[in-house]
């Protein structure tokens, strides 16, 4: 696989190899999904610092002192990108100076796709979505993760990163990432399957952080309360919400477990609707190699069993 040739670039200029004192390079991640990735490309050479712990979300996060130590002391962090982590940008400049800092938002072979457009969505808007197509990061969605192929291409990136800076463990970087690969198509096949009769069944979400996943699967959201959880949407806009519910046959809605549900509840209250869960980084989950593959199958089940 061809990664970007900016990757390559830094790669080509950091110090190749680690002391024979350290067992292996200092790593430190961003969110949940990401870790899980790199911890399952590292697993049995060294365990990641994982930045954003619990129920905390990225987007109102405030970088704590443990952080911005594990940032210090950093050899590689990986990182989203801007989009969806704006508070790593100065401490990434101003902490981690020695760091060879990966942003998946710089990879190109990531499938990116464009932020949609508004809060309400008809079969209109999915049968003529697209992918993105632009040169820079204004206008992506940056919940990348939650197609499977993009993980993969996401472990790839790891693999060569972790290689170049600690060489001596190249083969079992190149083997880890080999499993994870494997075990993200077995991923792959299961959620196809139990999704499969889903694709005419609408939904409202509390905010848009789904599209990869149901893009991938084929899946029927009609809108979302929000576009981002920091952001409120006004009383007209919950009322179209509504309205789009009453009018699409809308059977379930879905809160965040990081996030209160009151406004779901004024788009629902008086419905024949069910409620449901998603969760879309991992916020009640424990974190590690596991957790990428418990965050997606949490999906699907949560999808099926409100939906059918």
Same mark, same amino acid.
């Given at each position: =696989? +061809?990664?970007?040739?900016?990757?390559?670039?830094?790669?080509?200029?950091?110090?190749?190899?680690?002391?024979?004192?350290?067992?292996?390079?200092?790593?430190?991640?961003?969110?949940?999904?990401?870790?899980?990735?790199?911890?399952?490309? =590292?697993?049995?050479?060294?365990?990641?610092?994982?930045?954003?712990?619990?129920?905390?979300?990225?987007?109102?996060?405030?970088?704590?002192?443990?952080?911005?130590?594990?940032?210090?002391?950093?050899?590689?962090?990986? #990182?989203?990108?801007?989009?969806?982590?704006?508070?790593?940008?100065?401490?990434?400049?101003?902490?981690?100076?020695?760091?060879?800092?990966?942003?998946?938002?710089?990879?190109?072979?990531? +499938? #990116?796709?464009?932020?949609?457009?508004?809060?309400?969505?008809?079969?209109?808007?999915?049968?003529?979505?697209?992918?993105?197509?632009?040169?820079?990061?204004?206008?992506?969605?940056?919940?990348? #993760?939650?197609?499977?192929?993009?993980?993969?291409? =996401?472990?790839?990136?790891?693999?060569?990163?972790?290689?170049?800076?600690?060489?001596?463990?190249?083969?079992?970087?190149?083997?880890?990432?080999?499993?994870?690969?494997?075990?993200?198509?077995?991923?792959?096949?299961?959620?196809?399957?139990?999704?499969?009769?889903?694709?005419?069944?609408?939904?409202?979400?509390?905010?848009?952080?789904?599209?990869?996943?149901?893009?991938?699967?084929?899946?029927?959201?009609?809108?979302?309360?929000?576009?981002?959880?920091?952001?409120?949407?006004?009383?007209?806009?919950?009322?179209?919400?509504?309205?789009? =519910?009453?009018?699409?046959?809308?059977?379930?809605?879905?809160?965040?477990?990081?996030?209160?549900?009151?406004?779901?509840?004024?788009?629902?209250?008086?419905?024949?609707?069910?409620?449901?869960?998603?969760?879309?980084?991992?916020?009640?989950?424990?974190?590690?190699?596991?957790?990428?593959?418990?965050?997606?199958?949490?999906?699907?089940?949560?999808?099926?069993?409100?939906? +059918?």
């Amino acid at each position: =696989m +061809h990664l970007k040739a900016a990757l390559i670039a830094i790669l080509l200029t950091i110090r190749l190899g680690i002391s024979s004192a350290q067992a292996s390079p200092q790593v430190v991640v961003s969110i949940k999904p990401l870790h899980s990735l790199v911890a399952g490309v =590292m697993a049995g050479i060294a365990q990641p610092k994982l930045l954003i712990r619990g129920q905390a979300s990225p987007y109102t996060y405030a970088l704590r002192p443990s952080g911005a130590s594990a940032l210090q002391a950093a050899e590689v962090v990986f #990182w989203i990108g801007e989009e969806s982590e704006a508070f790593l940008s100065k401490p990434l400049r101003t902490l981690a100076r020695k760091a060879v800092v990966v942003a998946l938002t710089d990879t190109e072979e990531i +499938h #990116w796709l464009s932020l949609r457009q508004g809060l309400v969505w008809n079969s209109h808007d999915r049968e003529t979505e697209e992918s993105y197509s632009g040169d820079d990061h204004e206008g992506r969605d940056p919940h990348l #993760w939650l197609d499977p192929n993009n993980a993969k291409v =996401m472990v790839q990136i790891i693999v060569t990163t972790l290689q170049a800076v600690d060489p001596e463990q190249a083969q079992a970087y190149h083997d880890n990432g080999q499993r994870l690969r494997k075990r993200l198509d077995a991923l792959d096949a299961v959620l196809r399957e139990g999704l499969s009769s889903l694709s005419q069944k609408p939904y409202l979400v509390f905010h848009d952080a789904y599209q990869y996943f149901e893009k991938r699967y084929n899946l029927h959201p009609i809108g979302a309360v929000t576009l981002s959880p920091e952001h409120s949407p006004g009383m007209q806009r919950l009322q179209t919400l509504r309205t789009q =519910m009453l009018g699409s046959g809308g059977r379930c809605v879905f809160t965040e477990p990081q996030f209160s549900p009151k406004l779901l509840r004024v788009v629902s209250n008086g419905l024949e609707v069910k409620h449901g869960v998603l969760d879309p980084i991992g916020a009640e989950l424990s974190a590690g190699p596991d957790l990428y593959f418990t965050l997606l199958n949490n999906l699907s089940k949560s999808l099926q069993e409100c939906l +059918h």
